[in-house]
């Protein structure tokens, strides 16, 4: 069963669940089954995926309280959140508003991003120099890991996005050999259009990771659009570009890679659009989903609790901690760091 308390917030993915309001407890129930019984007053919010039902006097209780229960789809895609008639949210944004106008805040925030960036490369590579012994790999993981002390000493977001563009440099350098699959070529990163099914394959899925921190941030209350180091754009959510840096690397990146290397994709999964563009047809598209689903299902450590999370988790919890930052409860941001 997929339920857990997380920073004071209750998850429930498992589908077919049913939460009531017990006395001063919410009990979760499976197939008529309880599965488990929480206090209350040890719950900050809930938030649901899927086909997950609530009781009305739940609901009811919870928006008395001031506690925020958020509905998402399956794939975790914010729906709706229900809040009582005040909520905390406004002072959280308020405070998210206040933090982008200061310089000191915002960088402070902006190193910790990237900070996040530039380990989860390393890591990748680190691995790769484990599994492949070329030593290419280990120069390349070193000299990224020598970026970290230069962006503890930056003294502007513009020099934080300068380090993140070095340390995104030297990994792109060496993600060619990380490609075990001889048949598919990366001549380098390409966006706007993707010139080749690596590229497409990395804008598809960098577009779903997007998505899942636009939700994470929905969910707890913050402005997906203010970001502290990605520039805020009309349209452009800045702050879930700043939150899934951290997942970009170790995350998606090992999605597309593990996709190729066990030649999961053919050619026939790929079209050709005018002016040199390779798209992701719906077969392929199909794919890369159900493999960035199974992905999110894997556990992983979490340092903050000491224990294993589900990584499609991770930008919900990280989302929380910032919010945390935010509102002054804790005294850094620390990013996600990947083992």
């Not at 506690?67 to 998210?96: H, K, Y």
């Not at 503890?152 to 699959?181: D, H, M, W």
Request: aromatic share 8%.
């Amino acid at each position: 069963m997929t339920t857990r308390t997380l920073l004071n917030t209750l998850f429930v993915q498992t589908q077919g669940s049913y939460l009531s309001l017990d006395h001063e407890t919410i009990r979760v129930q499976v197939g008529g089954e309880r599965k488990m019984q929480i206090p209350l007053h040890h719950i900050g919010g809930v938030i649901v995926f899927g086909n997950v039902m609530l009781s009305p006097f739940l609901i009811h209780r919870c928006a008395a309280d001031g506690r925020d229960i958020v509905m998402c789809d399956a794939n975790g895609r914010f729906q709706a959140r229900v809040v009582g008639p005040t909520s905390g949210n406004v002072l959280l944004r308020r405070a998210q508003y206040e933090t982008s106008d200061n310089d000191d805040l915002k960088l402070d925030l902006a190193r910790s991003f990237v900070d996040g960036k530039i380990r989860g490369a390393r890591h990748v590579v680190q691995r790769a120099y484990r599994d492949y012994r070329n030593d290419e790999f280990k120069k390349t993981a070193d000299d990224i890991g020598k970026l970290i002390p230069r962006l503890q000493q930056s003294a502007t977001v513009g020099e934080v996005r300068g380090i993140e563009g070095a340390a995104a440099s030297q990994y792109f350098k060496v993600f060619p050999r990380l490609l075990r699959n001889t048949d598919v070529t990366f001549a380098g990163r390409t966006r706007r259009p993707p010139r080749d099914p690596v590229n497409a394959v990395l804008s598809f899925v960098y577009s779903i990771l997007t998505r899942d921190c636009i939700s994470s941030l929905e969910c707890i209350g913050l402005d997906p659009q203010v970001g502290f180091l990605h520039e805020m754009r009309p349209g452009r959510p800045a702050l879930a570009l700043d939150l899934m840096e951290e997942f970009r690397h170790p995350f998606a990146d090992r999605i597309v890679l593990s996709l190729f290397n066990r030649r999961q994709l053919k050619e026939g999964d790929f079209g050709e659009r005018p002016g040199g563009a390779v798209l992701l047809e719906e077969e392929g598209r199909k794919k890369v989903l159900l493999a960035y689903q199974e992905r999110k299902q894997d556990e992983v450590m979490h340092p903050l609790f000491e224990r294993s999370v589900p990584i499609g988790l991770l930008p919900y919890i990280q989302a929380r901690v910032l919010a945390r930052k935010l509102r002054s409860d804790i005294e850094e941001y620390v990013s996600y760091r990947w083992r």
